[in-house]
Structures are given as structure tokens and as C-alpha cells.
């Protein structure tokens, strides 16, 4: 049965504390890939903002996520101690070619905004699966916010490529 690696060693929360991780690591990849583009989108202002607001909603989910590990016992890992293969195909998006091209890097951006949110729709139905309802109603606003984010930035993409083909 291919894709299936759950053992029996392994127990549901330390699952759910592995993924608590996980996202961790998602959150601070986010936080570092906004600081390093925010300086080169000057020429999309909306852009710029909406990195901003992505940058500050990283940072609170970051610290959100380290209070959950905290609550079970577990202090927050080394930044990017776990890093998925998603993280580096977006990492190689938006840093992969010479020139800054913000059309790929929006593109890859609304991709890892996707994983995200269904990153946070697995914490929640583990969180769910393992009585913590806390944890769940924590992690649901994070998801809430998160698809906010995505709607906008989605909101944002007639802007962006008007301002793309003005500029080139």
C-alpha cells in the first residue's frame, strides 16, 4: 500500500506533535521568504501590503503554534529543524532564476497558502480526534485567517499582472 507510514509505534499525538511541528517550520519558511521579497516589490504597492499583513499574520502564527507544542510538553524545535518538500519547490520558485519574477512568485505563494491551510485543517482534526477542543478552536481561527489571506491575494491578481505587463 503505497503513501501509508503510520506505525504502531507511533501514537496519534505524537502525529499531532509532529505536525504542530511541521507547521511550525511552514510558518517560520513563511515569515523568512516575506522579509526577503518585501524589499523587491516596491512597483506593487498592494502587493507589498497585503506581504506585510502576511508577514505580521505569520509571526502571531508561529507564536501560536509554539504555544500549542508548550501546552503538551513540547518546546518549539529549531526553526526549519523540519522542512517539507513543498517548502523547497517554493523556495526554488522564488529564488530559483536570476531575475525576480513576481508573477511565479505570487503563483508559488498562492500554493504554499494552500498548504497551509490544509496543513491546518489536518492539526485540526487531530486536535479534534484527540479531545484537545482548545487546541482546535486555535487552530480553526489560524485556518480562518489563512483563507482570508488567500481570498486577498487572489483579490489582488488583476493588479498584479496589469502592473507585471506595465512594467515589462
Known sequence: MVGRTKTTDRSAL???????????SIESKAIETALSELPVCEQYPGL??????????????????????SRHGHPAPVPHETVSSILSTVSGLLHGGEEHDVLKNVLAASGYRAH??????VLIVLAR?????????????????????AGALEG?????VAQYLAAG
Do not use: N
Request: hydrophobic share 50%.
Open 14 to 24: 505524537d502525529i499531532y506533535l509532529g505536525a504542530l511541528r511541521d507547521h511550525l
Open 48 to 69: 507589498c501590503r497585503r506581504m506585510e499583513q502576511d508577514l505580521a499574520m505569520g509571526r502571531s502564527h508561529a507564536r501560536e503554534i509554539t504555544i500549542l507544542l
Open 116 to 121: 497551509q491551510i490544509a496543513s491546518l485543517q
Open 129 to 149: 480526534q484527540l479531545g484537545f477542543a482548545q487546541d482546535a478552536a486555535a487552530l480553526d481561527c489560524l485556518k480562518d485567517e489563512e483563507i482570508a489571506a
Open 156 to 160: 489582488l491578481m488583476p493588479e498584479i
